[in-house]
């Protein structure tokens, strides 16, 4: 919908047209997004609920993934139900006050993950580099600050992000060719200047982006050298072990990232975009819990033990 104010006119809705293929093909993607949507939910839910109650995963490592399995949650479900609507109508539309709301928690939900897999990766470092202080430097006080840190900043910054965007003038045309409320597409119907939201863009990729990847790298650097001292076969196996998960999950999520944001629009059709931020915001968080649970020892005995108990009960 758009209206007029003071000679100017102004957007109030946006339309998604979101996957414009075939009725049989809608409905299948349709089914595969809500199984998919469903899982998310579950395996998160399971990762939260086995951390809070198995006192094996009372350690810095698994409050870490907890907290990611939280910001999967928020993504997923900032996403996938709306999406959902859209699959369903063969295009909707959402109110401007919905779509930078949707905006505002996946950005923020992306940032945290950013700086999330960034602490991560420093816990890798100290568990392996420094074994002997590690329950002196990850005390719960201190990963709690971290996390607490991490929230903030995301909510924060974000909300001036979102709040910037929104005070763009989008005087029309106010449909979407995508499925949820995205920086590009927007920034492609506004009709006033856009300066300041790029600049915005420049300024955040070096704390959200381009500093914890050099930690990120930093750390396994050194990681690596560590491990590659170490006598044993196995003893080399088991300190990878503890990190391979971590790096699967950081591959994944900035190969995704990078196709989106980084690689020139010239180079990918529409559909391709579009194919491309499902990974990060439907696959990403279906996997991640399945990565982190995957051949995890600890894990599984959680899971046999609150089974256990079930059965006593």
């Not at 839910?45 to 939280?70: A, D, E, G, R, W």
């Not at 997923?76 to 905006?103: R, S, Y």
């Amino acid at each position: 919908m758009i209206y007029s104010q003071e000679n100017k006119t102004m957007v109030t809705e946006f339309f998604f047209i979101g996957f414009q293929v075939s009725h049989a093909l809608r409905i299948l993607l349709f089914c595969l997004f809500l199984v998919f949507f469903f899982l998310t939910l579950c395996g998160n839910l399971l990762i939260i609920t086995l951390v809070s109650s198995s006192k094996i995963l009372h350690t810095p490592m698994y409050f870490f993934i907890s907290q990611l399995s939280i910001s999967d949650i928020l993504l997923t479900t900032d996403i996938v139900p709306n999406m959902l609507h859209v699959l369903l109508k063969n295009g909707a539309a959402i109110t401007f006050i919905g779509c930078m709301t949707q905006f505002y928690f996946f950005c923020t939900s992306e940032a945290f993950e950013c700086l999330l897999l960034t602490v991560m990766s420093y816990d890798r470092y100290v568990a392996i580099c420094n074994p002997l202080r590690y329950s002196t430097i990850m005390t719960s006080r201190h990963c709690v600050i971290l996390i607490f840190s991490c929230w903030l900043f995301g909510f924060s910054v974000m909300l001036i992000y979102t709040i910037t965007t929104a005070n763009l003038d989008y005087c029309g045309p106010n449909i979407i060719d995508h499925v949820f409320c995205d920086l590009v597409p927007l920034l492609d119907l506004a009709c006033s200047d856009t300066f300041l939201v790029d600049l915005e863009v420049y300024l955040l990729s070096l704390p959200i982006v381009f500093i914890p990847t050099t930690i990120i790298v930093v750390s396994y650097t050194y990681i690596v050298q560590t491990v590659l001292r170490i006598p044993s076969s196995t003893g080399r196996q088991k300190a990878f072990s503890t990190c391979s998960s971590h790096l699967i999950v950081v591959s994944i999520f900035y190969w995704t990232i990078f196709s989106v944001y980084v690689v020139p629009a010239k180079r990918k059709t529409i559909t391709i975009s579009k194919i491309l931020s499902l990974l990060y915001t439907v696959f990403t968080p279906l996997v991640n819990p399945i990565i982190y649970s995957l051949r995890n020892k600890d894990i599984k005995k959680a899971v046999q033990e609150i089974l256990h108990k079930r059965v006593i009960w």
